[in-house]
T-cell receptor, first 116, second 115 residues
């Protein structure tokens, strides 16, 4: 099975612009989660989508948003970019059915966003 | 407030010996724990996990131990190999039935295996 893919791998933007990142989960996985990794804060949970619905959200401002399509692919959007948004953005997928059993999340390679 | 802590930023171990990576957590609601390995410029790779109903899980050279009363878990790698050199992240999750709340990660421990 192919792993989680993310595009683009690298991106340079300027302050005030907006950006859209894309994630294709492992085939058959319906849950997609997004994380931000920075040197200061480490890995932090942004949000999770399951069956096209945002199911959970981390502690990030409304400038960070996402969506999921019917084929489980997901996009993440950041509007009005700030210098502090420079980070590695990671996408993770899991089967994550609505059961009491947790599933492991599998990560993609990430998109390195640099805001100038 | 950091809910998952890895107090050793780095650890150096000789090849062939045991590597022990430690992780502490403060939130007693966490009920699923995972270890990930990460190389620079790559996403984290899943290693091993443990549910809060267990105290040990093994997978090949990797064993994770969970001590719920102490809110502590550890990852043992035996024997350590050069390819194990990477940053290891401990992660925890509240699986609140019907959907998890996202993984909470520690800051990572850089494991260096010396020949």
């Amino acid at each position: 099975k192919a792993g989680v893919t993310q595009t683009p791998r690298y991106l340079i933007k300027t302050r005030g612009q907006q950006v859209t990142l894309s994630c294709s989960p492992i085939s058959g996985h319906r849950s997609v989660s997004w994380y931000q990794q920075t040197p200061g804060q480490g890995l932090q949970f942004l949000f999770e989508y399951f069956s096209e619905t945002q199911r959970n959200k981390g502690n990030f401002p409304g400038r960070f948003s996402g969506r999921q399509f019917s084929n489980s692919r997901s996009e993440m959007n950041v509007s009005t970019l700030e210098l502090g948004d420079s980070a590695l953005y990671l996408c993770a997928s899991s089967p994550r059915e609505l059961t009491l059993n947790p599933d492991t999340q599998y990560f993609g390679p990430g998109t390195r966003l640099t805001v100038l | 407030d950091q809910q998952v802590k890895q107090n050793s930023p780095s650890l150096s171990v000789q090849e062939g010996r045991i590597s022990i990576l430690n992780c502490d957590y403060t939130n007693s609601m966490f009920d699923y724990f995972l270890w990930y390995k990460k190389y620079p410029a790559e996403g984290p790779t899943f290693l091993i996990s443990i549910s809060s109903i267990k105290d040990k899980n093994e997978d090949g050279r990797f064993t994770v131990f969970l001590n719920k009363s102490a809110k502590h878990l550890s990852l043992h790698i035996v024997p350590s190999q050069p390819g194990d050199s990477a940053v290891y992240f401990c992660a925890a999750e509240m699986y609140s039935g019907g959907g998890a709340d996202g993984l909470t990660f520690g800051k990572g421990t850089h494991l260096i295996i010396q020949p």
